[in-house]
């Protein structure tokens, strides 16, 4: 089966720690990114990268970093820069292509404790 | 910069009734649309995807229509069934201007619940 799987589903941190969310997609897709959704709001950008080894920020990436080594993997980590880091967090791919659209994977509910 | 709008915030409707969900945005530049649905604590599910050049897209008991001008587009739902019952959110992806990426920028959604 082709899909994007986001692991773990429920991520629990303490102040001061930093967490790695992981999100791999088979689906071949060039382009990933990380959304955050907090209650009652819609998604915002944190990273994308459209090929391996290149990324760029999104909207609100202050506190977050990502890698792209494998095209196949986007992993985001949460550092104890973020300052309100609780929430819903987001992986998405897509082809390389105007206007096609994006798939989205389960989610990573993350909470600071 | 661009704002995604979504009208009502939330919407309770009796089963077999057909509504409509209102998105708003404030830049026309765009190159596309997508509605999508999302059930609690999960991930988005691609609804419906209207290119600018498009006016509406139909999948099933959907139909989603593009008013770029105005910069407005509905989201149509006929014969409601209580499965529908989701939160549904649009996103309009920007003019990339001849790059590859566009952004999606999200409106807050529509909680729809609908009620045997």
């Known amino acids: 089966d082709g899909g994007i799987t986001q692991s773990p589903k429920y991520l629990f941190r303490k102040e001061g720690q930093n967490v790695t969310l992981s999100c791999e997609q088979n689906?071949?897709?060039?382009?990933m990114y990380w959304y955050r959704q907090d209650p009652g709001q819609g998604l915002r950008l944190i990273y994308y990268?459209?090929?391996?080894?290149?990324?760029q920020k999104g909207d609100i990436a202050e506190g977050y970093s990502v890698s792209r080594e494998k095209k196949e993997s986007f992993p985001l980590t949460v550092t104890s820069a973020q300052k309100n880091p609780t929430a819903f967090y987001l992986c998405?791919?897509?082809?390389?292509?105007?206007?096609?659209?994006?798939?989205f994977g389960p989610g990573t509910r993350l909470t600071v404790l | 910069k661009q704002e995604v709008t979504q009208i009502p915030a939330a919407l309770s409707v009796p089963e077999g009734e057909n509504l409509v969900l209102n998105c708003s945005f404030t830049?026309?530049?765009?190159?596309?649309l997508q509605w999508f649905r999302q059930d609690p604590g999960k991930g988005l599910t691609s609804l419906l995807l209207?290119?600018?050049?498009?006016r509406e897209q139909t999948s099933g008991r959907l139909n989603a229509s593009l008013d770029k001008s105005s910069g407005r587009s509905t989201l149509y739902i006929a014969a409601s069934q209580p499965g529908d019952s989701a939160t549904y959110l649009c996103?309009?992806?920007?003019?990339?201007?001849?790059?590859?990426?566009?952004?999606?920028?999200f409106g807050q959604g529509t909680i729809l619940t609908v009620h045997p």
């Open positions: 998405a791919s897509s082809i390389v292509i105007p206007g096609r659209e994006q798939f």
């Open positions: 689906l071949n897709h060039d382009a």
């Open positions: 990268s459209q090929i391996v080894n290149d990324f």
């Open positions: 830049d026309s530049a765009i190159y596309n």
């Open positions: 209207i290119q600018s050049s498009q």
């Open positions: 996103a309009v992806r920007r003019d990339a201007g001849g790059t590859s990426y566009g952004k999606l920028t």
